[in-house]
């Protein structure tokens, strides 16, 4: 049968006042955005949610899932749809009793089957491996190949991201390998959004399918 192509999920800009809201709606509204993620860094949970809440609004309106970078507690405090925890954010199973059975919890797993597995036994519903690509939105140590993508789509149910630097030049081999969800950063936001969000989803569309056996 023919692998699915995968779906986008929009991580946010450090940067998300003045106008950002006005582009997370032309981004949205370009073609089909699975999640977004509310990522920003050295502000309190106070002013966090302060810029959050519209930016919520608009993915509720939209069904797109509004997940919460690395803190369980600004998630909780926002109703979020879930959070996603780098390997020193905390415990899945710790933020599943926080945030409740129907909230999304995705791990940040580098380039380890070991962490990926580990994160799965824990509860987590989804692995994010990365970065594949250099990436201008954050410094990368690790660096997994596509075949790691083939390896967990092919052996597990739990679906996985593919993340870092990842363009609509750069991302075929990912969308081939098998990754369920491509988490795009500064190709959408670093011109034209809703042009970078089409792009994006043109090149998935075009991408070869990896042919698997029925």
Known sequence: MTQPASELYLISPLDVSGTF?????????????AAFQFRVKDVDDHAAARLAEPLQRIC??????????????????????GVHLGQKDGDPQEARQRLGRDAQIGVTCHASRHLAMEAGEAGADYVAFGAFFPSTTKETEHRPEPDLLTWWSTLFELPCVAIGGITAANCAPLVTAGADFLAVSNAVWGGDEAQGVRDLLAAIAAAPRREEDE
């Open 60 to 81: 509720a309106d939209r069904d797109v899932a509004f997940i919460v970078n690395d803190s369980v507690s600004l998630a909780k405090r926002l109703g979020a749809d």
């Open 21 to 33: 809201p006005e582009r997370l709606v032309r981004a949205l509204d370009a073609g089909p955005v």
